[in-house]
Structures are given as structure tokens and as C-alpha cells.
């Protein structure tokens, strides 16, 4: 039911979901999920039949078998995110051949689940969800249903140099104790400690090459030891934008007789482990290409409310439908919505699933049971369902045979069933109406009064902030949605004054290098059509790469003076350079007619080789 652009954006995304801390599998499923769990290898299958007798985080034992199942424990993956097994087996448990032993971080009881089924309307809601733009719940928040853990590893290495060899320590140059106290005695920071951008990890100092110092000082400084003037920190820090709590450290050295690539002499890496909670500006996405970012989390009393006063989880915008030509996820939050009422799973499979008329009756007998009101009871799958004998008693009360209508193989019976009760409830005697009429009646209504029936699978919704209802029925439904890994917080950047490139002078690029926003050939002339003549002479020079002038503005700045007027851009003179360098005579010419010196006048400690030179040849 999707178009081919929108299920090939689907099956791309779903690659770049991001293993949550609570697995869900999907409550719409098509089937292929159990398959994709087995193939994937992170699934802990059971070998032969047996019974548990011991479970641990770490590994499960089976009788009449001498190895023990081990555990995957929080391995980093190289997206950052991580791969954790857990056991789904209790102690004496009974299990076969091919049984789910362990589950890991994508799946559930051996089935693939990459996101979270969650409760949608499909309606606007203040503008917020404009452009594809996602409205959340605080519950989904608070609940950590999209909450995932992510590991970073740094590493050190400590070198032999040309002054010496590189130590990792404690004894650091000119660092307070404030910034010492997690780490051991040997430099590296503890299991457990919280860390922040800019703290240091692992400790490291190397020598310097320092002058000559005088017999006095080197007196002075066997006496005393300073170390301090002979090193200088060299120590792993967090970088910036990066936090977390530290799980894991391994040191490597020659002492351990570890492998080690020639020069160094000891490795130490560290792992920092952050939990990340759903946030404002994260990318989310449907298995049908339906994806966004999230604009806005509410409180949970300003979300829409259903008629049972449950509050929805999501709103997606409408718009974001026709247009795209991804009807799967009208028919999946349909299918969604029925499974949610009725405690049971579907299974869908593709070019193979639900049609209209199933959907259509399974959202009747969804209608059906809320208004029989019958009192839930516990069910095979894992929520809760309705108890379907009173349900059962309750149409024949009102006329009709339940069994016929809960049977799946007599489509249009829960329809038909649904719509008479329907048309009843509103004050219309279809008793004596045959099907052809009756649908002539549910259409009239529909036209003519905006009356929804049940079969559409739309609900009344109330603002939650107001409690008064909305202009229109409502679809909603559940939905399955994924978290996928282009996060906000790995994106946010910003830059005061940073690195810089050598040659041209000019700012580095992109969050790595710390660098600055680039302002293209197209922002300049937009600017130019503005005739905004300050601000692109500012990004032109001191923004950018006037050397002595953005060094005088930041001390303008800092001592509350005025900017004063900018100078050459450094890309200017290393153009003109270029020039000169295929023989064109360029010169730089102010209004006087005076030449500008480019470059700084620098004696030159190179004679220029071949002048004023007496060459003689050997025939001479």
C-alpha cells in the first residue's frame, strides 16, 4: 500500500534505528520479523532440549550440556550504539531445541523490534507539527520508551620520543586536584566516575625540549625537583559535547608482554556510556517512510484525550500522507488501533495482508466490544482483552449472532453487525433495512450530518488543554515508530573562536574540528542583494581570516572598545602569492597610488641562489 520512493525510505531507515533500552516488537507485524531475529546472530537460540539450571547476566546453563551459553554485555557498535543479550529463560524452565535462550538489544522474545508501539492521532495541533514534524508525550519520556544507551571509546597511547619516553601519570603539570580526584593512582580515571567535556581521563605527560639551563638552575632544580618546566600535559580529555559515566578501562603495555605496534609503550582505552532519553530535534520514523523530528514534548494533560480520557502518545500531521502516496500507515494505524482493543497481534504480510473489508471489521468488532462494555480479562498475548462470551451475550441480546461476527472467515458480518448497532445508537431504525440500504444510510449520514461511523476508524478527541472537542472525528491508532541514530545532541555546534587552517587562515570545518559555519558564494550574494556592506565585510575579514585584525577586534571586545576598520584577508595575499608564483607582476595599490605591502618585510636568511654568482665550466 506504499509507494515505491516512501517503502525504499523505509527499509533504509529501519537500518538506522537505534536499539532502545526497552525492546518492543511491533503490535502490526508482516511476519518476516521472527525470521530476521533468527538470521541476524544475536539471538541466543537453545541447541538441543534441556532444562535451565542456572541463569546469570552474563550466561545461562542447561543440563547435559558442559559449556554454558555466554552473554554479549554492552559491546559498542560502530554507530555508538550498543549491543546488550538478556536472558528470557527463568531457573527450571523447561526449553527445546531452537527456543529463544536470551534476547539482544533489537529484539523481543525472538522477534525484531527496532521501535515502540505507541498511541497516534493524525491531526494539526498549533502549527507544532508542521512539516513532517513530530508532537511526543512526556510520558514517552518519563516511561523510557525511547530511551537508548550509547558507548564511546577513547583511547591513549604513550610513545618513546626524541626527548624522552611519554609517562602516564598522575603528576600533572599545573592541574589542581579539583580535576584529579577520579583518577587512580597510576592516572587513569576510575570505573564509575561521571565525566564531563574537558575532563581529563588518562593522565599523560612528555617531555620538552627546553634551552640550555645554567649550572645554578639545574642545581636548583635537582634540589627541588621540578618537573613541571621539563614536561608538558599531553592527557586524554573528554571532548567537547561528549559525557557520560566511564563502564569500562583496559591497559595495554609491554610489561604484560601485550602486543603493541613498534614505539609504543603503553595503551590505555576507555569506555564512557551515556543513557539518552528522547529530546526535541531527534529524527523519528514509521516502517513506511513516514519519517520527522521531533518539534515539540508536551505535558501529558495537553495531549489530545480519546473519549475513555486515555491521552495519546503521538500526533503526526495528516498532510504528510496524501501527497506521499503511504496509505500502509493509514491501514497499519487502523490495524494498529483494532489489535490495541481486541489483545491480539497481526500479522501482515506483504502482498499477502489485511484487506479493506478485514480492516474494516476488524475495526467493528473493535466498536463492539467498547460498547458492549464488557469487562477485560487477561489474554494469550501480552495485554489485556475483551472477554468475548459476554461480548458474545451481549449482540444477541441486541439481535445478532456472535459467533458469526467474531468468525474471521465470514467477512462483512462484524461490518454489517456494527453499522445496525450504529445507526441505532444515533436514532435510526435499520431493522428492516437490507445491507444495500443500509450503507445508502451510512453514506447520506456522512454527507450530510459529518457523522463518522465505526467502521471509518476515527474517535472524537478532546483538547486535553481545554477539554473541549475537536471540530472533527479523529483517526487514531496505534502505530509502530522508530528512533533513529541523526540525534540532536550529536549535531548541536557551536563556535566562538577555535583552530584554524595554516594555509589559508581561515576557520576549520564541520563539529570535529570544532569548527565554524561555513558562508558560501550563494550567502555572500545574498547579502550583496541586501546591500548589507558591514556584515559581509566583517564575515569577509575578522570573521574570518584577517589575522591581525580578528586578534584586535577580540581585544576590542574584551576591553569594550571600538572595532577597529579590518585589514587584508590572509586568502587574498595567499592568492596574489599564487600569481606571482606563474610570473604575473601583481601588486596591491592604495589610493595614493602607494604599493601595500602584503607580507610582512622578512630579512631572508637564504641567498637567492644564482645571482651575482661567477659560474665557470670545465672547458675553461
Given amino acids: 500500500h506504499n509507494d515505491a520512493n516512501r517503502a525504499l525510505m523505509g527499509s533504509n531507515m529501519q537500518r538506522q534505528a537505534v536499539p532502545l533500552l526497552r525492546p518492543e516488537a511491533p503490535l502490526v507485524a508482516t511476519g518476516m520479523e521472527r525470521e530476521v531475529a533468527r538470521y541476524s546472530g544475536q539471538v541466543v537460540f537453545a541447541e538441543e532440549d534441556g532444562k535451565v539450571e542456572s541463569v546469570t547476566g552474563s550466561e545461562i546453563k542447561l543440563s547435559g550440556r558442559k559449556e554454558p551459553y555466554h552473554l554479549t554485555k554492552f559491546t559498542r557498535t560502530n554507530q555508538g550504539t550498543c549491543i546488550n543479550q538478556r536472558p528470557v529463560v527463568e531457573k527450571g524452565q523447561k ?214 480520557g486515555r491521552p495519546v502518545d503521538v500526533v503526526l500531521n495528516p498532510i504528510g500522507v496524501p501527497s506521499r502516496m503511504n496509505i500502509g500507515q493509514v491501514l497499519e494505524t487502523h490495524l494498529g488501533w483494532a489489535a490495541g482493543n481486541l489483545g491480539f497481534k497481526v500479522l501482515s504480510p506483504i502482498f499477502d495482508g489485511a484487506n479493506d473489508m478485514a480492516v474494516q471489521d476488524a475495526l467493528a468488532r473493535s466498536w463492539i466490544v467498547g460498547r458492549s462494555r464488557s469487562t477485560p480479562q487477561d489474554v494469550a498475548s501480552d495485554g489485556h482483552g475483551p472477554n468475548l462470551e459476554e461480548v458474545k451475550a451481549w449482540l444477541a441480546g441486541q439481535g445478532f449472532d456472535g459467533e458469526e461476527v467474531f468468525r474471521e472467515d465470514r467477512q462483512g458480518a462484524a461490518r454489517l453487525a456494527c453499522l445496525r448497532i450504529w445507526l441505532k445508537d444515533i436514532g435510526v431504525d435499520a431493522s428492516n433495512l437490507g445491507e444495500p440500504q443500509v450503507e445508502e444510510t451510512v453514506e447520506q449520514l456522512r454527507r450530510e450530518k459529518h457523522l463518522s461511523p465505526p467502521i471509518f476508524g476515527k474517535t472524537m478527541l478532546r483538547d486535553g488543554r481545554t477539554g473541549e472537542a475537536f471540530d472533527q472525528p479523529v483517526t487514531v491508532g496505534n502505530i509502530y515508530i522508530m528512533k533513529l541514530i541523526h540525534l540532536a545532541e550529536d549535531k548541536i555546534h557551536a563556535r566562538s573562536t577555535g583552530p584554524y587552517s595554516l594555509i589559508t587562515q581561515q576557520p576549520l570545518g564541520g563539529k570535529a574540528q570544532f569548527g565554524g559555519q561555513r558562508f558560501g558564494e550563494m550567502e555572500v550574494w545574498a547579502r550583496e542583494a541586501y546591500g548589507a556592506a558591514h556584515i559581509l565585510q566583517e564575515l569577509l575579514t575578522v570573521k574570518s581570516d584577517d589575522v591581525m585584525g580578528r586578534a584586535k577586534t577580540y581585544e576590542a571586545i574584551v576591553k569594550g572598545d571600538d572595532i577597529i576598520q579590518p585589514g587584508v584577508p590572509e586568502s587574498f595575499k595567499v592568492l596574489v602569492k599564487e600569481l606571482q608564483s606563474l610570473c604575473l607582476a601583481v601588486e596591491v595599490l592604495n589610493e595614493e597610488e602607494e604599493r601595500v605591502p602584503l607580507m610582512e618585510e622578512t630579512e631572508e636568511y637564504a641567498p637567492k641562489l644564482g645571482l651575482e654568482h661567477e659560474f665557470t665550466t670545465g672547458a675553461e
Avoid at 512539516?131 to 520508551?145: F, H, P
Avoid at 590505555?268 to 529530546?279: C, E, G, Y
Wanted: with cysteine; proline share 4%; aromatic share 4%.
Fill in 95 to 308: 526449553v527445546s531445541a531452537g527456543d529463544v535462550l536470551a534476547d539482544s538489544s533489537a529484539t523481543e522474545k525472538g522477534e525484531l523490534a527496532l521501535g515502540q508501539n505507541v498511541l497516534c492521532a493524525f491531526m494539526s495541533w498549533e502549527g507544532y507539527n508542521f512539516e513532517d514534524a513530530i508532537i511526543l508525550s512526556e510520558a514517552l519520556v518519563r516511561d523510557d520508551k525511547f530511551t537508548s544507551v550509547h558507548l564511546e571509546k577513547f583511547e591513549i597511547e604513550a610513545r618513546d620520543t626524541k626527548l624522552g619516553p611519554e609517562e602516564i601519570t598522575r603528576d600533572i603539570p599545573n592541574v589542581g586536584e579539583e580535576s584529579l580526584r577520579d583518577l587512580d593512582e597510576t592516572g587513569i580515571i576510575r570505573i564509575g566516575a561521571e565525566v564531563r567535556p574537558g575532563d581529563i581521563l588518562v593522565g599523560k605527560i612528555t617531555p620538552k625540549g627546553e634551552t640550555e639551563l645554567t649550572a645554578e638552575e639545574r642545581l636548583l632544580r635537582a634540589i627541588f625537583g621540578d618537573k613541571a618546566h621539563e614536561v608538558k600535559d599531553n592527557s586524554l580529555r573528554i571532548p567537547h559535547g561528549e559525557w557520560g559515566k566511564v563502564i569500562d578501562v583496559r591497559e595495554f603495555s609491554h610489561t604484560n608482554h601485550d602486543e603493541l605496534p613498534a614505539g609504543v609503550n603503553q595503551l590505555v582505552q576507555v569506555w564512557v556510556a551515556q543513557r539518552r532519553k528522547i529530546s526535541v530535534g531527534d529524527k523519528m520514523a514509521g516502517r513506511h517512510g513516514n519519517k520527522g523530528v521531533v518539534s515539540r514534548i508536551l505535558p501529558v494533560s495537553d495531549m489530545p484525550v480519546l473519549p475513555d
